[in-house]
Each structure stands twice: as structure tokens, then as C-alpha cells.
């Protein structure tokens, strides 16, 4: 029988002092339930520091919630919970809750069990938009309908105005809305100096606790937990995103491509995690770069990069996600199907960039966009790997995973998998663009300079044998011009020898 409370369910990525499901009832009544499953830690063979940084920060967020007058029903690990769906339920018949409120869920799979668990159960359950975005789905949606290809660039430019963003008068401030081209810097020789250490927080008595329940609980689960440093606060976040406006945000466009062997934080934020939780808010994001660079802090065109990330890539990779899914998780249009080689799962790689990219990810759970979009990305889409399979590993490894960002990210961008919905063309590269992006090559067996013969880096052969592999397909996408040609100049018997390497590569991969 009800008994009038409410029961607010948090999800784990639902942490913000913003949670209008909090907002939306009231501490004297209802209860907070929270929810921490082997199921949603483990659905894939997630990065222990991963796991770590969820279940630290829902534990302290907890903990914060009682300091605040709620009562908070907390479901540990240890408790063998089965799933969200089954403590949920479990929680209404304990209380006699009448209705269940929380904010709409991130990833399209827990919203549709959590929906279908209490249509069956007869549950009330009451769904509220989240207004971390600055565009919900539905802008989104009305965005996007009508439009022949839906192209980021639009978008962002649209949000921007929409929002007052960098904007003057109507008028994009510095008189341009892209600033790309200033933003590909590399190192030079003497690579990266006087980086500024990006600020790392002390595990305390909680986390600690948490990063023994992990080694635990997931003995097996790739990566290791003594690195661990992440924000897992909504203060600790405040300050990391300080640490980044005042160190790192003035040489982030120059250098947001660039790679360096055992640097793998370089200029970049590190708040995505953050993000991702709820800690932060990406308006608080985009007033403290702005804010800099008015007050002389940082130039345009590092503060117009990281809108762009934010507002632009990161709004637009959430509303391709809603408008496709469920069906975009299955996209394979290029019909790839190899298993993923188990050197991502270890980093044991005589490929120079792909052991640095995925040793840092194995230590840290990190790695830049770039990394994983030229490097494991690019070296996956080049051998054909299935996407499902590489989506699983993508979404196992970083502390950012979260399937709504992942998803589109693999699929889409890395892995040209859903058929240009994305990106109009594939970011497949030879190994050049990571000679000139890094000084990998510098200490690798294999050469970037050659495409056959034992030295012969294997981002070459397999470059031109994805090429030759799809061209009909990328015949007549005007943006592949410029590579089909060069492939129709390389000869027949080079082409031949180029696609021997690759097969025999492939076969033993
Ligand atoms: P910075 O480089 O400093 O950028 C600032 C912020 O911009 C990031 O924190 C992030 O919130 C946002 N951002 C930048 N690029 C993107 C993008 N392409 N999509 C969405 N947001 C973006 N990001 C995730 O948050 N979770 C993921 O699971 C994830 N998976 C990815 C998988 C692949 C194959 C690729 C190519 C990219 C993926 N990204 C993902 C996007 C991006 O790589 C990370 O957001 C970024 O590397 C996080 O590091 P940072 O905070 O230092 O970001
Ligand atoms: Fe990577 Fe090839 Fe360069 Fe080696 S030579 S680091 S495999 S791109």
C-alpha cells in the first residue's frame, strides 16, 4: 500500500548538485535511492579505475545528499543487487512508494529497462528532462529534422548563437567561427616544455575503500588503480577545471592534436569523467573559458577550441545518439569483421603508438581524443576490426565511457561504421599523419617512410589495402578524392606487394 513518499532514483551518472529529480521533491518525504550493481560495473570488462571513479563518486555524493537532510537508501556492491530494475522495484514495495521520479538516464539500454520494469510492475514512474545540456533531445531533434546530413559545424554555430556564445552583435567575436587551422600545432624536435602537471586528488578514506572493494570485486578487469587521481567531488571537479582555465586552456588549441612519447595529458582538460558524472556543468565550463580569454588569459582560438568541444562535438554526439538508437549500436557499413587484437587489452604491440596510446590508457584510463581517434581508432578501422567489438573495448577502458558519447564516437568518427552520419568520410591516415603529430616513430622498429618490406610500418600497407578494399564505396565521395588518386598512382605490382603485407599482417594479427 502507498504510503505517499516518493522513491528519487540517482543513476551513477546523474551526480550534479543540478539533479532536478532532487529538485522535484522534497527531503521531509520522499527517499533517495542509489544503486551500485556487479551488472552495471561489469556489463563490459570495464577499467578498474573506471569502476573506481563511478562508485567513489556515488558514495560520496551519498554521503553529501545526507549531510543535506535526505535520507538515502544506498545499495552497495556487496548487497548482490542483480540489477537497476530489480533494487528499484524492490525499493517501492519496501517504502510502499507511490511514484518513482528521476532525471531521464544517459544511455538508451537503462532507460528502456528501467521504463519496462515498472510499466510491468504497474510502478509510477516519472521522467524529467535533464537540463545539463544546453539542448535537450527534443531541440535536438527539431534541429535536426528536415536536414538532408546533419554536419556539426551547423550545429555548433547554432548553438552558439542560440546561447549568446563568443558571439558580438551576431557576429562570431574574432570574426571567425572556426580557428581550426591555428589549432594543429606539433612539438617540433625538442618536443613539449614546462608542461604544467595536471592537478590530481589524493585518494581519501572512501576511495580508498572503494579501490580495494574494485581489486576485489574485478581481479580481472583491465587496467591498474595506483594512479588514481581523478575528481571524484563536485568541489574537486570546480578545482580541476580551475587547474586547466589557468594552466593548460592557453596552449590547448595550438596543441590539442599533438602527441608525445610518456606525456599523456599534454594541454588537454581531463573533465570529461567529470562531465560525464554530472560533477561539473559544461556552462560553468564555457563561462570560465570565456571569462579568460576576456580577461586577457588565454587567446581565441584555444578558448574557441574548447567551445567547440563542448557546445559543438559534445551536444552534437549526444543528439545523434538519441535520434538513432536503438538501431545505430548495430551500424557496421562497412561490413568489418575481425576480432580486436589482444594487444589493446595489454598494450603488448611492437607499434610504438599503439603501446604508448594504450599503456597511458591501461595507467590512467585516459587518453586525448586524438589518441583514440588516429591511433587505436584509426589502426582499427584500417584492419577491419568489428565495430562492436571495438566499441566494447572503448567503452571498457576510459573513465569517460559512457555509452551516449562512446557510441557515436567509435561508431561514427573513428570507425565511419553508420554510414557518414558522423563524419562525411573516414579518418583513415598512413602512418605520416602520426610521424608528423608525434615523435612515436622515433622509437619504433617500423618505418613511417615505407609501405613494403620488413621495416614497413603497418599503418601503411593496411592504409592503402582499406583504400583499395572500399573503392568503389569511396569513389564517389568527393571528400576521398584527393586519397583515391594517390591510390590509383601507386602500381599494379606495388599495390600487389602492399596488399600481400596486408593480408599476411591481418592473418596473424
Ligand atoms: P579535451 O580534449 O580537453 O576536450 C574538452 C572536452 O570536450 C572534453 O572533456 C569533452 O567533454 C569534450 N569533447 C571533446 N571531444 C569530444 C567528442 N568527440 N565527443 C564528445 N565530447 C568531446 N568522450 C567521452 O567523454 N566519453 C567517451 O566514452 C568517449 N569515447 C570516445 C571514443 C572515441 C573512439 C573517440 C575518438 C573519442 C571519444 N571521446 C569520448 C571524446 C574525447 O576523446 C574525450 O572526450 C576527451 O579525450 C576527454 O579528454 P579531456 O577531458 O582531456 O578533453
Ligand atoms: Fe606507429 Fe608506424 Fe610510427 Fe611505428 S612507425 S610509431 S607503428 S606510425
Known sequence: MSNGCNIVLVLGDQLGEDNPALAASAPSRDRVLMIETRGEAGHVPSHKQRVALFLSAMRHRAQSLRNAGWTVDYIGLGDECPSLADGLLDAVDRYGASRVIMTEAGEWRVQAALLKACRDAGVDLQILDDPHFYMSRDDFAVWASGRKRLVMEHFYRAVRKRFGILMDEGKPVGGRWNFDRDNRGSFGRQGPENLPP??????????????????????????????????????????????FVAHRLPHFGEYQDAMWTGEPFLYHALISASLNLKLLNPRQCIEAAVRAWRDGRAPIQAVEGFVRQIVGWREFIRGVYWLHMPGYAESNDLGACRSLP???????????????????????GYAHHIQRLMVTGNFALLAGVDPARVCEWYLAVYVDAVEWVELPNTLGMALHADGGIVGTKPYAASANYIRRMSNYCEGCRYRPDRRTGDEACPFNYLYWDFLA?????????????????????????????????????????
Open 469 to 509: 578494399r572500399h573503392r568503389d564505396r569511396f569513389r564517389g565521395n568527393r571528400r576521398m578524392t584527393f586519397p583515391m588518386r594517390n591510390l590509383d598512382r601507386i602500381p599494379t605490382d606495388e599495390l600487389t606487394a602492399i596488399r600481400g603485407a596486408a593480408d599476411s599482417f591481418l592473418k596473424e594479427m
Open 198 to 243: 595536471p592537478m590530481r586528488f589524493e585518494p581519501d578514506k572512501q576511495t580508498v575503500e572503494v579501490l580495494e572493494d574494485v581489486e576485489r570485486h574485478f581481479p580481472g578487469h583491465p587496467g591498474r588503480t595506483d594512479h588514481f587521481g581523478w575528481p571524484v567531488t563536485s568541489d574537486q571537479a570546480d578545482a580541476a577545471l580551475a587547474d
Open 342 to 364: 589482444s594487444f589493446y587489452w595489454d598494450g603488448d604491440t611492437d607499434m610504438n603508438c599503439l603501446s604508448e596510446a594504450i599503456g597511458q590508457t591501461l595507467d590512467y
